[in-house]
């Protein structure tokens, strides 16, 4: 419903002269990567009937429509399978990758919130877990980068299913589920830490031939990157692209490290003391989820090291640590008003991001 309400809200705000429009409309065709460009090759854009789907792309949205019609090509090689994979998958069956593009986001969002209602009701009583389950999908950067085409929902579905399934036995399930996180997000092999660590503790080794499965399913990304450009690790050094190499691993903790012995910081990244504050009080709930589950914590320290150290937009780490589960099982309350009130917070912050995102203003 906040989805519905939202998209009419905004639908109508970008009709204000009686037309829709989003200035993604006139942005996107310069974000088709200049080789496939130079080839004349287009991806068919949604049609008039159709153009209410452009309140569901933006930013990079695009590159995983070009990767879905047409295939890798460089700089994409950085915007990892999973994704664009379930968008062509779809799209060869209903004959349209935009709305597909928009189902596979839906779907697999919505598909979250029910699996980490799932999860969570291990960890605390049905009651806690729904509000729990209601603060997360209506954080404001969980509710816009699962509603936007990005990659996020299917990332965050497949990360809750692999440890939901893990923690009821079902191994197969929960290692072709790490897999699949593996390759949308290649920190999603991180979920492979708190099960190494349990099978360890419990000795029951032989169950460690699971992990091989999501191991085995980067390889062959890596594989198909040597075969499509002879570098295997051809996302790497398209993130440099992205990013400008020269600013590549220059992350938020040096930047912190650099400006307290030196100093002075990177020239073009200074720090906003907001995301210093807000990057915080992550660091604060991440620590909290030792007393919700050890194995898990494990899982959530070591992917937010990873992105401390390793993200150069570093307001893109708020939307990166929303997606770090664990942080929303240590919400555990029976005070319905404050959750109301959380909610009653978050849902229109959701809509000024959305609208930001549209306009386009990088959120992250």
Known sequence: MIRVVGAAYLFHLFSADGRFHT????ANPNLIPMDIKSNLIRIPLPSTSTDWLWLFNAFDS???QIIATLGYEHPNYAYLPGYPALIRLVGMVIGNYWMSGFLVTQVFALASIVMFQLLAEQYMPAREALYATLVMSTFPYFSVFTTLGYSESVFLFSILSAWYFYKNGRMTTSSLLAGLASVTRIYGFAIVLPM?????KKRRYRKLIYITIPAAVICSWLLYCYLSTGDPFASWADEKYWTHSDLFWFGFVQIIFSQIFRGVGC????LDPAILVSVGLFAFLIVKTWQVDR???SYA???FGLLVFTATNHLSLLRY?????????ILKTRNSVAVGVCIAF??????LLWLYALTPVLIG
């Open 346 to 351: 978050f849902i229109p912050m959701t809509f």
């Open 301 to 303: 320290v070591a992917l």
């Open 196 to 200: 190494f660590l349990d099978i360890v």
């Open 62 to 64: 695009i590159h995983f």
């Open 295 to 297: 194995f898990l914590w």
């Open 267 to 270: 020239s073009n990244c200074a």
């Open 23 to 26: 200035p993604w409309m006139d």
């Open 321 to 329: 640590a929303t997606f770090i589960f664990p942080i929303w099982l």
